[in-house]
């Protein structure tokens, strides 16, 4: 049978039949933080991934090819694929449409029969009931055999059966849905971290159409809209990624293969820089806590590029030997495997376990990569090259390390001079404030709370690292009292990188600069650096930066504090009922040095009072990229950021 009369016969047999039912629905409203994460701004976005998800899996079945995202302007959101349409003859376990069990019914659709999808990137997630049990509203539009289907629901519950309201040639789902806005904390959806989802899954599956309309955003005319289609895949996801990087080669290498069943596709090209950046993908969810098939790359490309080095006498005249960490310094990687049952773990879920990965990515690895290496013998050398100068950068980046703990055993407690500490010993009840200049630093220190706040001023502008060899950044001294402070070790043999988290004594480490750009560049800088060499600070959510109020206004005994403009512009018309602003100061804070340390408390430390963002990572890729546009030598691209954002910035003359 040929593939196209299989793809037929999958279309034909794709029915009720193949819809099975794991469990109810009950608890989702109940605990909804449970299912999706949690009931804010992450939590609303998950929503529309898992109806994605479902559009994908029919593209990776083969049956899809576009698939449209709109947001519209009440924040409700439709999704629309052309794919074979959800089945909606009767479910013979259920007595009911297939169509209302997969709408209702958490953790039931096809992909839970292995012959109606070979993988599924959904499986990760609770499905599209979990979507209609969270939404006040949602209905579904089943474009199949011939005709249109509809059914309509309210908080998870249908309002009517199933039912036919039209004819078409056509095949295809749309689902619409209005989030609850009693269940979620807020139901703004972010265009740009939408669009960053379907960029991303775009590069994944070459060949599908994924485009993103925001009715809430008019330009010339037309909502705000983006249209993403790669023809490369992850060739085009690379180039990307490395677009601010200076590259050693002049192609990536391309890696494809399909091992005991599990299809896999691994792009990598090394760079100028000094950071590793390997990103991995299962079914396409970002498994940014690695697993089997990341060990298995890092297994085969170390093997190989040895082996290689080895061969080619490159390695003779080096005193010492090369770690893991060496071939992967300045490495831009994309693994991206299809695994029919994958396993995951970790403390997010996203490690894949499944054993078997990680010999079948290792073999493809090492001959994909050891045939490259034998017929590009110039880039072979330049990439054996570049792994001798990262070896010779650790170990003297380790000679400044042994010094850095060395110094620490001869202080006494190992705390840099500088570092106002608290009293508290519980790393879950303690924060350490980083704080631009001393000025502020003894600000801080005599507004805090000393039983709990800790506090580290900074002189300056802290090194740039991801402009800087490994060894140049432990020697920082500002850096070297970071890590200090935080009591984490600064790195093994093994992995440079690595963090002993059960030694850090902070589980708030709050960033507080100045609301002006150089504090600004400076918050940047630091969060450059913990994304860079301390990821998992950011990963457990330990990582947050303060917000200063931008003005005091005042008016007789009237004292009122504003973090925007609109703020301000709002409170300066309050308190001009009369229709004068006569007797209004306004002061503008340029810098945490001019509260005292009573206004710095009550504005920006007080834990009953303060307003404190947390830094998450949503998107690894992205934010790689960011980080390398803004922070690297490449200032085009840096100063097209600047002016694209420049709306959003308060930019100080």
Same mark, same amino acid.
């Given at each position: 049978?040929?593939?196209?009369?299989?793809?037929?016969?999958? @279309?034909?047999?794709?029915?009720?039949?193949?819809?099975?039912? *794991?469990?109810?629905?009950?608890?989702?409203?109940?605990?909804?933080?449970?299912?999706?994460?949690?009931?804010?701004?992450?939590?609303?976005?998950?929503?529309?991934?898992?109806?994605?998800?479902?559009?994908?899996?029919?593209?990776?079945?083969?049956?899809?090819?576009?698939?449209?995202?709109?947001?519209?302007?009440?924040?409700?959101?439709?999704?629309?694929?052309?794919?074979?349409?959800?089945?909606?003859?009767?479910?013979?376990? =259920?007595?009911?449409?297939? *169509?209302?069990?997969?709408?209702?019914?958490?953790?039931?659709?096809? $992909?839970?029969?292995?012959?109606?999808?070979?993988?599924?990137?959904?499986?990760?997630?609770?499905?599209?009931? /979990?979507?209609?049990?969270?939404?006040?509203?949602?209905?579904?539009?089943?474009?199949?055999?011939?005709?249109?289907?509809?059914?309509?629901?309210?908080?998870?519950?249908?309002? %009517?059966?199933?039912?036919?309201?039209?004819?078409?040639?056509?095949?295809?789902?749309?689902?619409?849905?209005?989030?609850?806005?009693?269940?979620?904390?807020?139901?703004?959806?972010?265009?740009?971290?939408?669009?960053?989802?379907?960029?991303?899954?775009?590069?994944?599956?070459?060949?599908?159409?994924?485009?993103?309309?925001?009715?809430?955003?008019?330009?010339?005319?037309?909502?705000?809209?983006?249209?993403?289609?790669?023809?490369?895949?992850?060739?085009?996801?690379?180039?990307?990624?490395?677009?601010?990087? %200076?590259?050693?080669?002049?192609?990536?290498?391309?890696?494809?293969?399909?091992?005991?069943?599990?299809?896999?596709?691994?792009?990598?090209?090394?760079?100028?820089?000094?950071?590793?950046?390997?990103?991995?993908?299962?079914?396409?969810?970002?498994?940014?806590?690695?697993?089997?098939?990341?060990?298995?790359?890092?297994?085969?490309?170390?093997?190989?590029?040895?082996?290689?080095?080895?061969?080619?006498?490159?390695?003779?005249?080096?005193?010492?030997?090369?770690?893991?960490?060496?071939?992967?310094?300045?490495?831009?990687?994309?693994?991206?495997?299809?695994?029919?049952?994958?396993?995951?773990?970790?403390?997010?879920?996203?490690?894949?376990?499944?054993?078997?990965?990680?010999?079948?990515?290792?073999?493809?690895?090492?001959?994909?990569?050891?045939?490259?290496?034998?017929?590009?013998?110039? =880039?072979?050398?330049?990439?054996?090259?570049?792994?001798?100068?990262?070896?010779?950068?650790?170990?003297?980046?380790? $000679?400044?390390?042994?010094?850095?703990?060395? $110094?620490?055993?001869?202080?006494?407690?190992?705390?840099?001079?500088?570092?106002?500490? /608290?009293?508290?010993?519980?790393?879950?009840?303690?924060?350490?404030?980083?704080? =631009?200049?001393?000025?502020?630093?003894?600000?801080?220190?005599?507004?805090?709370?000393?039983?709990?706040?800790?506090?580290?001023?900074?002189?300056?502008?802290?090194?740039?690292?991801?402009?800087?060899?490994?060894?140049?950044?432990?020697?920082?001294?500002?850096?070297?009292?970071?890590?200090? @402070?935080?009591?984490?070790?600064?790195?093994?043999?093994?992995?440079?990188? @690595?963090?002993? *988290?059960?030694?850090?004594?902070?589980?708030?480490?709050?960033?507080?600069?100045?609301?002006?750009?150089?504090?600004?560049?400076?918050?940047?800088?630091?969060?450059?650096?913990?994304?860079?060499?301390?990821?998992?600070?950011?990963?457990?959510?330990?990582?947050?930066?303060?917000?200063?109020?931008?003005?005091?206004?005042?008016?007789?005994?009237? =004292?009122?504090? /504003?973090?925007?403009?609109?703020?301000?512009?709002?409170?300066?018309?309050?308190?001009?009922?009369?229709?004068?602003?006569?007797?209004?100061?306004?002061?503008?804070?340029?810098?945490?040095?001019?509260?005292?340390?009573?206004?710095?408390?009550?504005?920006?430390?007080?834990?009953?009072?303060?307003?404190?963002?947390?830094?998450?990572?949503?998107?690894?890729?992205?934010?790689?990229?960011?980080?390398?546009?803004?922070?690297?030598?490449?200032?085009?691209?840096?100063?097209?950021?600047?002016?694209?954002?420049? $709306?959003?910035?308060?930019?100080?003359?």
């Amino acid at each position: 049978m040929s593939d196209e009369e299989k793809m037929q016969l999958a @279309a034909e047999t794709y029915t009720a039949d193949n819809i099975q039912v *794991l469990e109810g629905l009950e608890a989702v409203r109940k605990r909804p933080a449970m299912y999706i994460g949690d009931v804010n701004i992450r939590g609303l976005h998950h929503l529309v991934y898992e109806v994605v998800d479902n559009s994908i899996d029919e593209a990776l079945a083969g049956f899809a090819n576009h698939i449209e995202v709109t947001i519209h302007k009440d924040n409700s959101i439709t999704v629309k694929d052309n794919g074979r349409g959800i089945p909606v003859d009767i479910h013979e376990k =259920e007595k009911r449409s297939a *169509l209302e069990v997969v709408m209702t019914v958490l953790h039931a659709g096809g $992909k839970f029969d292995k012959g109606s999808y070979k993988v599924s990137g959904g499986l990760h997630g609770v499905g599209v009931s /979990c979507v209609n049990a969270l939404s006040e509203q949602l209905w579904v539009r089943v474009f199949r055999d011939g005709k249109i289907w509809y059914q309509e629901y309210a908080y998870g519950k249908p309002l %009517e059966p199933v039912k036919v309201i039209g004819e078409s040639n056509t095949t295809g789902t749309i689902v619409h849905f209005k989030p609850d806005a009693s269940i979620f904390l807020t139901t703004n959806y972010d265009f740009d971290t939408l669009a960053s989802r379907l960029r991303e899954l775009a590069f994944l599956n070459k060949g599908i159409k994924l485009i993103i309309t925001d009715e809430r955003v008019e330009e010339n005319g037309h909502y705000l809209s983006h249209t993403y289609f790669s023809e490369k895949g992850l060739i085009d996801f690379i180039n990307y990624l490395d677009e601010n990087r %200076e590259k050693l080669m002049p192609e990536p290498i391309y890696m494809e293969g399909e091992r005991n069943g599990v299809p896999m596709e691994i792009v990598m090209q090394y760079n100028t820089s000094f950071a590793e950046n390997v990103h991995s993908y299962v079914n396409n969810i970002n498994t940014h806590e690695g697993g089997t098939h990341l060990a298995g790359f890092r297994r085969g490309l170390t093997r190989t590029l040895k082996a290689y080095a080895e061969r080619s006498g490159m390695l003779k005249n080096l005193k010492f030997d090369i770690a893991g960490d060496d071939f992967r310094e300045g490495l831009t990687a994309i693994i991206s495997v299809k695994v029919a049952e994958p396993q995951f773990e970790g403390q997010t879920k996203t490690k894949l376990g499944n054993n078997e990965v990680m010999g079948v990515v290792d073999q493809l690895v090492s001959e994909a990569l050891n045939n490259y290496l034998e017929e590009h013998p110039k =880039e072979a050398r330049t990439i054996v090259n570049k792994v001798i100068l990262a070896a010779t950068a650790r170990h003297a980046a380790r $000679k400044a390390r042994e010094l850095v703990q060395r $110094k620490n055993v001869l202080s006494g407690s190992g705390l840099p001079g500088k570092l106002a500490d /608290c009293s508290e010993r519980d790393p879950a009840l303690a924060e350490l404030f980083l704080v =631009e200049g001393d000025s502020a630093g003894g600000t801080a220190k005599q507004g805090r709370d000393r039983r709990f706040q800790a506090i580290l001023p900074l002189r300056g502008k802290i090194l740039n690292v991801e402009k800087a060899m490994q060894h140049k950044i432990f020697e920082s001294e500002e850096i070297k009292n970071i890590f200090t @402070a935080l009591g984490v070790s600064i790195g093994t043999e093994e992995d440079s990188k @690595a963090l002993n *988290l059960e030694k850090l004594r902070y589980h708030k480490i709050i960033i507080m600069t100045d609301a002006d750009v150089d504090g600004s560049h400076i918050a940047t800088l630091i969060l450059t650096f913990f994304f860079r060499y301390m990821k998992e600070l950011i990963e457990n959510g330990y990582v947050y930066i303060a917000t200063p109020p931008l003005y005091l206004i005042k008016k007789g005994n009237i =004292e009122r504090y /504003c973090w925007t403009e609109e703020e301000r512009a709002a409170i300066v018309n309050e308190l001009s009922k009369d229709g004068s602003d006569k007797g209004i100061h306004v002061q503008r804070y340029k810098g945490l040095g001019e509260m005292n340390a009573e206004q710095l408390w009550a504005t920006t430390m007080d834990p009953e009072r303060r307003t404190l963002r947390q830094v998450t990572i949503e998107n690894g890729t992205e934010a790689d990229r960011i980080f390398s546009m803004l922070m690297g030598d490449d200032v085009a691209p840096r100063r097209e950021f600047i002016e694209r954002n420049a $709306k959003y910035a308060n930019i100080d003359a």
